[in-house]
Nanobody, 124 residues
Framework: VQLQASGGGLVQAGDSLRLSCAAS????????VAWFRQAPGKDREFVAA???????YYADSVKGRFAMSRDNAKNTVYLQMNSLKPEDTAIYYC???????????????????WGQGTQVTVSS
């Protein structure tokens, strides 16, 4: 499975962005797909995930502002980010795996496939 993340950019606080993660190769609805982010000098942190059932899960820091969705026909997952804050500035990575258990979806080390990352910068 190959993942291609896109959609990052430089925006002002309060603006919106939509990230995309396009999958190719042996893809299926059985994959859980997640977004992680990493700011300079910080650990990679969980942002959101969409379980193979379609249920979504979010970090507390983005709940109510970010929304994840999936277009199975296009093999693409989206992260709609609204009301962006300067603290959302980071490189955003999409990741996928087909063998996760629900309790591990927030753990980046559990994901086997990774995209290359897309930079999101939010100015104040």
């Amino acid at each position: 499975v190959q993942l291609q993340a896109s959609g990052g950019g430089l925006v002002q606080a309060g603006d919106s962005l939509r990230l995309s993660c396009a999958a190719s190769g042996r893809t299926s609805n059985r994959y859980t797909v997640a977004w992680f982010r990493q700011a300079p000098g910080k650990d990679r942190e969980f942002v959101a995930a969409i379980w193979r059932s379609g249920n979504t899960y979010y970090a507390d820091s983005v709940k109510g502002r970010f929304a994840m969705s999936r277009d199975n026909a296009k093999n693409t997952v989206y992260l709609q980010m609204n009301s962006l804050k300067p603290e959302d500035t980071a490189i955003y990575y999409c990741a996928a795996d087909s063998r996760l258990i629900l309790s591990s979806i927030r753990l980046y080390e559990q994901y086997h496939y990774w995209g290359q990352g897309t930079q999101v910068t939010v100015s104040s």
